[in-house]
C-alpha cells in the first residue's frame, strides 16, 4: 500500500484508515478452525449423527469444523485395532493444525482423553460444551 496520494505526497491519515478497514474485514471474515472432539465407538449410528449435530452447530457459531471420526471411519474400519490407532494417530496430526479444540458431551473416551492432553500441552483454547451444544464454564 501506498503512503503516498495521487500527487505523491505523503498522506498518513488516508492510508491509516485505509489499513483500519483492512484489518476490520479480515476480522470479520476470520473463521477458526475448531476440532470436534465427541465419542465415537459404542454406539456409533448416534455418535455420528451427534457429531455431525456439532459439526453444524461450529458453523453456526462462525467456525470451521474438523470432524476427523465422520472421515475415516469412510475407509478405515474401526474394529481392527491398528486400523482404528491409525485413525486415531491421523487425527491427532489434524489436531494440531487446528486453532481450538471443541469437547462436546459428558462421557470422555480414551480417544478423545488423548485429543484433549495434545490441545493442553500445545496451549489450544479448549471449549466444553453439552450434547445440546451448550457451552460449559
Given at each position: 500500500m501506498s503512503y503516498k496520494n495521487v500527487e505523491g505526497y505523503p498522506d498518513p491519515t488516508a492510508s491509516a484508515a485505509i489499513a483500519s478497514v483492512t484489518r476490520e474485514e479480515k476480522s470479520k471474515a476470520y473463521r477458526p478452525l475448531v476440532y470436534i472432539?465427541?465419542?465415537?465407538?459404542?454406539?456409533?449410528?448416534t455418535n455420528t449423527e451427534n457429531a455431525k449435530r456439532y459439526c453444524?452447530?461450529?458453523?453456526?457459531?462462525?467456525a470451521i469444523p474438523l470432524a476427523p471420526h465422520l472421515h475415516y471411519p469412510s475407509f478405515i474400519r474401526e474394529d481392527d485395532p491398528a486400523e482404528?490407532?491409525?485413525?486415531?494417530?491421523?487425527?491427532?496430526?489434524?489436531?494440531?493444525?487446528?486453532?481450538?479444540?471443541?469437547?462436546?458431551?459428558?462421557?470422555?473416551s480414551t480417544g478423545m482423553k488423548a485429543e484433549i492432553e495434545k490441545a493442553k500441552r500445545k496451549n489450544m483454547v479448549v471449549r466444553s460444551f453439552t450434547t445440546e451444544c451448550e457451552e460449559v464454564l
Open positions: 472432539c465427541s465419542p465415537f465407538s459404542g454406539d456409533i449410528k453444524r452447530f461450529a458453523v453456526y457459531s462462525n482404528r490407532e491409525l485413525g486415531l494417530f491421523f487425527g491427532l496430526v489434524l489436531l494440531g493444525k487446528c486453532d481450538e479444540l471443541w469437547v462436546f458431551g459428558e462421557t470422555v
